[in-house]
């Protein structure tokens, strides 16, 4: 099908709200009568709560509402509900809410936390999860075997285990016998902090006599949110609204209810009036969420020549006190920690352990991070033991189309070849080493990586199109910010056959737009945008037979473009508007909606039994990096990242650029400069000068390749980008400092620190 | 204790009581209703806040109202609009160096202060005066490339 839009890189639909400082987000917004909500947190990491007393801090000037857990004694958390909206009987984090006060100001409400008193008993406390899973350890949620939750998930009732869960193939044993080779290895990676430049807000409003509640909020799914806060309060979807802002930033920070739940709990008792919580930059960083920490040990048989024959991985996730959906991270990371290998046995065992820390959450790769930081880092320990290029062992085992994934998908349009050849040409791959530049040394590394996305999952739309021509989009997908609203535009444009320019997206009101499952895992071009696709065509063929009717012919005879109809009868053109015109005199609407999902496409089957691990499609990427290293300073700078792309078809390339170089951006950053200071618990570093983040003094040179391989049910051959990105700089990193001074770093972040401790103790 | 001040914003002069304690961010966010100015942080690490103070870039969140007392102060409001864009806002549309678009206007501003001095700045330069303002999106790249091609045209139009 010929395109005018998709393909093109269209300035974005945002972008005229974004440079003029109209878009409203949600810490923008103002209702009347709003009041202003603060939060009391836990100063312990592990205690009993023994008493609150809140009745000076009703009495306390402009208050009007204190809450705590006793006056809303409900829970959440999508996969399993551990999570109170306020602390009830104990609190199991520095940071956990433990009250919260609504009044007319900000300061009236911070003012009033003081005057709250709360009676704790202290209680050990486990941090590291390695030790949670050990016998005597401090138990976190003694009753978790009563708490209800996705039961495809197992929990080990009595323990701090919120989640386990093993996955084999083949006979791994026979496969170190098969080896030559056996490579044993330890890594860790850190929690980072998502630190969307927007910090977790919310409005909340309540209104008694529907006993309905509006929510404003940046989250990234706002039916999913919608559904998880009306079945925690047990009412129905009809009397839950979710109205989506734009978003400063989530990177899957904004994939769970946070300020949420907490603004909703003070307006419950503020009679009306809406309330609003912003969290400030000390709470964003201690207690929203982060990126799960994790353990992991992998051990690899490989053949002389450079061929897997076995695979064993053990995972031990850090959970922090609330399941969130960390069950899921754990679960699908551990299926991709084979990396985008044919690996002919593999034995895969995942824990995932709470502990007296900020909860996990989604992280911009969900679990990919973590298991390509172990798998990718051990391909290059692999390649140089056994004398094969990096990147040629790499070419040597990569999933081509036709390879069975480890459930038996048969895999698909795969450029996983074609990422790798490129980024290493970009690279100047195997080009003779610079001499150093003093105590300057340069090295180069690589690292692909595979990522799956949530399968099934759905998205429903409609398209109304009005009769002066003019259509809006109803989809359940929010702009967080990588440009949702334009590729959803350009797809709907190009399959109705209408000027972009005629097309408005509004931001996500539940109340209107039809469920979608939000814009996590990098699904929302592939599943919304074939939602659009499947409306718009509707649309399209109503308009059709509707002309038809007019000019008396046939509708299959017409075709319709930037809103001209052309074809028999249709003389020298009439436009949409003038046929609208005709059809509806006192006006009218035409509606088309769309609804994908891709349960039930054959592209999914697999050995019986293991479907549910199939994706609809795979992502597949490979980040080429120049690095320098200052054998005196330890600092490390990376030169240049020649970041290849697998992205089905780039609808708008300018996007997709957008969200390679950002993620190779927070890559390196969560790589080189991101970790939180801790002690007992309570993170010592909770402001954006003690936990760095990449400035603009940090950015290499980035070049950004896109591999199309046209997905065959992608919306115009699409898949998705915005989340695997993220995962290979962190070990093409670790491998260009190999290269570059021959130390090995396995547990990030990669400090200045660790770099002359490695020179060392290599010395 | 309430002072009186006046001062200039976007041109447009305002006469208030503020709090000693009241910020210029909250003045202008919350008394103003300019709510482009972002505010990320509030204690000068971010650099989403950053307007200009008589052509200065600052921290908003750094000036306490009472010392913008007397003097202009420049949001991204004022710069220029769908009938009348600045440079910096059509390159930045141009070469797609909006994400999320949180830090933009800080961005934005920074950008101003810098081309307004010396709009023909070259990369090293861009980098230096935008480095106070932080991008979770890593946009850098592309907020470069606007920024330079926004110096070309001022350049042009002299």
Redesign the interface.
């Known amino acids: 099908m010929k395109t005018l839009y998709v393909g093109k890189s269209v300035p974005r639909l945002d972008g005229m709200e974004k440079v003029t400082g109209r878009a409203v987000y949600c810490v923008d917004v103002e209702l009347p009568g709003m009041l202003y909500a603060a939060v009391l947190r836990s100063p312990h990491a592990h205690a009993r709560i023994l008493g609150i007393d809140t009745s000076q801090a009703k009495a306390a000037p402009g208050v009007k509402v204190v809450v705590t857990g006793k006056d809303v004694p409900y829970t959440f958390g999508e996969m399993i509900k551990d999570q109170p909206f306020l602390a009830m009987d104990r609190v199991r984090y520095v940071g956990e809410p433990v009250a919260a006060v609504a009044a007319e100001s900000e300061l009236e409400a911070l003012e009033a936390l003081r005057k709250i008193q709360v009676e704790y008993e202290e209680m050990p406390a486990v941090f590291d999860p390695r030790e949670a899973l050990r016998d005597g350890a401090p138990i976190l949620h003694p009753d978790l075997a009563e708490y209800v939750r996705s039961s495809i998930y197992d929990i080990v009732p009595g323990t701090n285990v919120c989640m386990i869960r093993r996955y084999s193939l083949g006979n791994v044993e026979e496969g170190f016998r098969e080896a030559d080779e056996i490579f044993d290895d330890e890594f860790y990676i850190h929690a980072v902090a998502h630190t969307p430049m927007e910090t977790h807000a919310a409005v909340a409003q309540y209104a008694p006599l529907e006993n309905a509640f509006t929510v404003w909020s940046s989250t990234d799914g706002p039916h999913r949110r919608a559904k998880e806060l009306a079945g925690s309060l047990g009412v129905s979807l009809n009397q839950v609204r979710f109205i989506s802002t734009y978003s400063g930033g989530g990177f899957g920070g904004k994939g769970s209810m946070v300020a949420e739940v907490l603004a909703v709990a003070l307006a419950k008792f503020s009679r009306g009036r809406p309330v609003k919580l912003v969290y400030s930059r000390e709470e964003e960083l201690t207690a929203s969420q982060t990126r799960h920490a994790a353990f992991l040990r992998l051990k690899t048989g490989m053949k002389r020549d450079g061929t897997f024959t076995a695979r064993q991985a053990d995972i031990i996730w850090d959970k922090g006190a609330y399941a969130s959906k960390g069950i899921d991270v754990a679960y699908r990371g551990m299926l991709t920690i084979v990396g985008p290998y044919r690996i002919p046995h593999v034995d895969l065992l995942s824990r995932l352990a709470y502990t007296n820390k900020q909860c996990g959450g989604a992280y911009r790769g969900f679990g990919t991070i973590q298991v390509t930081w172990a798998c990718e880092s051990q391909m290059d320990i692999i390649a140089h033991k056994l004398g094969i290029d990096p990147l040629e062992i790499r070419l040597k085992n990569a999933y081509v189309d036709g390879d069975r994934y480890i459930n038996g998908q048969v895999l698909t349009t795969v450029g996983l070849k074609e990422t790798l050849r490129e980024a290493g040409r970009e690279i100047g791959w195997g080009k003779p080493k610079p001499k150093p530049d003093g105590t300057k040394v340069r090295g180069t590394g690589i690292a692909s990586v595979i990522k799956p996305t949530a399968t099934p999952t759905d998205s429903y739309c409609y398209i109304k199109l009005s009769q002066d021509g003019s259509v809006v989009l109803f989809s359940g997908t929010p702009e967080i910010g990588a440009g949702q609203k334009t590729v959803l535009a350009q797809i709907a444009a190009d399959t109705i056959g209408v000027p972009l320019s005629s097309i408005a997206v509004p931001n996500v009101d539940t109340a209107v737009a039809p469920f979608d499952s939000g814009t996590t895992s990098s699904r929302a071009t592939f599943h919304m945008g074939n939602a659009v696709r499947l409306a718009g065509e509707k649309v399209r063929r109503e308009i059709l037979t509707i002309a038809a009717e007019i000019l008396n012919t046939e509708p299959d005879r017409l075709s319709l473009s930037e809103g001209i109809i052309t074809g028999d009868g249709a003389g020298e053109g009439k436009t949409l508007v003038s046929v609208l015109a005709k059809k509806f005199p006192r006006g009218g609407t035409i509606l088309g909606e769309g609804h994908y999902s891709p349960e039930g496409s054959p592209l999914l089957a697999a050995m019986p039994g293991r479907e549910r691990l199939s994706s609809i499609f795979w992502m597949f990427a490979t980040h080429a990096i120049e690095i320098e290293v200052d054998t005196e300073t330890g600092i490390v700078r990376v030169l240049k990242v020649a970041a290849a792309h697998d992205v089905g078809r780039a609808i708008n390339p300018v996007l997709c650029e957008q969200q390679i170089e950002g993620s190779v951006i927070m890559g390196l950053s969560n790589a080189l400069f991101e970790e939180f200071r801790t002690a007992k618990g309570r993170i010592l570093n909770a402001t954006l000068a003690d936990y760095k983040l990449a400035t603009m003094m940090d950015l290499p040179e980035i070049v950004p390749l896109m591999i199309e391989t046209y997905h065959q049910e992608g919306p115009f051959g699409a898949k998705g980008v915005g989340e695997p990105a993220a995962a290979p700089t962190a070990p093409a990193i670790a491998n260009a400092i190999f290269d570059a001074i021959g130390v090995r770093i396995k547990d990030l972040p990669i400090t200045p620190e660790k770099i002359l401790a490695a020179l060392h103790e290599k010395r | 204790m309430k002072v009186p001040i006046k001062l200039l914003v976007n041109g447009e002069p305002h006469q208030l009581e503020v709090a000693p304690n009241e910020t210029l961010v909250e003045l202008l966010?919350e008394r103003l209703?300019?709510?482009?100015?972002?505010?990320?942080?509030?204690?000068g690490?971010?650099g989403?806040c950053i307007v200009l103070l008589e052509g200065i870039p600052v921290n908003s969140c750094l000036v306490l109202a009472v010392d913008a007392n007397g003097r202009h102060v420049a949001?991204?409001?004022g710069?220029?609009?769908?009938r009348k864009?600045h440079p910096l806002?059509e390159s930045?549309?141009?070469k797609?160096a909006?994400?999320?678009?949180?830090?933009?206007?800080g961005m934005?501003m920074s950008g101003k202060a810098l081309l307004d001095q010396n709009p023909a700045a070259g990369e090293d330069e861009i980098?230096?005066a935008?480095?106070g303002?932080?991008?979770?999106?890593?946009?850098?790249?592309?907020?470069?490339e606007a920024v330079k091609a926004a110096g070309e045209k001022m350049q042009g139009a002299r």
């Not at chain 2, 209703?33 to 204690?43: A, I, N, R, S």
């Not at chain 2, 710069?79 to 769908?82: A, I």
């Not at chain 2, 909006?98 to 206007?105: A, D, I, L, S």
């Open positions: 966010r209703h300019l709510t482009g100015t972002k505010e990320g942080c509030g204690v690490d971010c989403t949001t991204i409001e710069l220029g609009d769908e864009l806002q930045y549309l141009e797609g909006v994400q999320c678009g949180f830090c933009t206007p934005i980098r230096r935008l480095s303002v932080l991008c979770r999106c890593g946009a850098y790249k592309k907020i470069v």
